[in-house]
């Protein structure tokens, strides 16, 4: 089956710097790849996906990318502000009509500081 | 709005104890899920269900149990709780629709305690 792993596990950036998290996958026919946002005692929320024929996805300071060759897929948050800090899951799916269920990465918990 | 939601919030049990977690929604999808997370371990599919006659085991469904009652409906059972079981179980809806993201809409969560 398919595996995520993420990194970092935390991140701690001042406020107005930009925040990279990584994932990889393990599965090449994985092709589609989504972004949770997880506050602090809420449920996690989507903020950005990807599939597989694209490169790249941007959504004002959030961007994505991916790389299907070396299978891994970034998040970049651009200009941080105190209401990014939360805890971001990336996941990967082989997303087919029948068959769609995500397998999600172990999580990086971002701060960003005043 | 059309929403997720599950009962209880919060439970505390006590070992060898008979739970059920309940999730219902209102956004019409066919798809539900049940997740636990763990520290550290992100969210991990327990079982999953496609349609009222489908039902799956995800990657950690050992200990557990669903049924789908109706398209709104979706319960965990945990036959004999055990304290490796305390978690935090989350419930899921999704409906592939014409664009196939396959984006997945959370419940609140139920905090459950095994003593």
């Known amino acids: 089956g398919e595996n995520v792993e993420q990194h970092p596990s935390t991140l701690s950036v001042q406020e107005g710097d930009s925040a990279v998290i990584k994932c990889t996958y393990s599965?090449?026919?994985?092709?589609?790849f989504p972004w949770y946002k997880q506050e602090l005692g809420k449920r996690p929320q989507l903020i950005i996906d990807i599939r597989s024929n694209v490169g790249e996805k941007k959504d004002q300071r959030i961007a994505v990318t991916l790389n299907k060759t070396a299978k891994h897929f970034s998040l970049h948050i651009t200009e941080t502000q105190p209401e990014d800090s939360a805890v971001y899951f990336c996941a990967a799916s082989l997303n087919t009509g029948t068959a769609s269920k995500l397998t999600f990465g172990t999580g990086t918990r971002l701060q960003v500081t005043l | 709005d059309a929403d997720v939601t599950q009962t209880p919030r919060n439970r505390i049990t006590k070992t060898g104890k008979r739970i059920m977690l309940e999730c219902s929604q209102t956004?019409?999808?066919?798809?539900m899920y049940w997740y636990r997370q763990d520290p550290g371990l992100g969210l991990r599919l327990i079982y999953y269900?496609?349609?009222?006659?489908?039902?799956n085991k995800g990657e950690i469904s050992d200990g557990y149990s669903v049924s789908r009652q109706a398209q709104a409906k979706f319960s965990l059972s945990l036959e004999s709780a055990i304290p490796n079981q305390t978690a935090l179980y989350f419930c899921a809806t999704s409906d592939p629709g014409g664009g196939g993201t396959n984006e997945q809409f959370f419940g609140p969560g139920t905090r459950l305690t095994v003593l």
């Open positions: 599965d090449s026919a994985s092709n589609y």
């Open positions: 269900s496609f349609d009222v006659k489908d039902i």
């Open positions: 956004k019409g999808h066919d798809r």
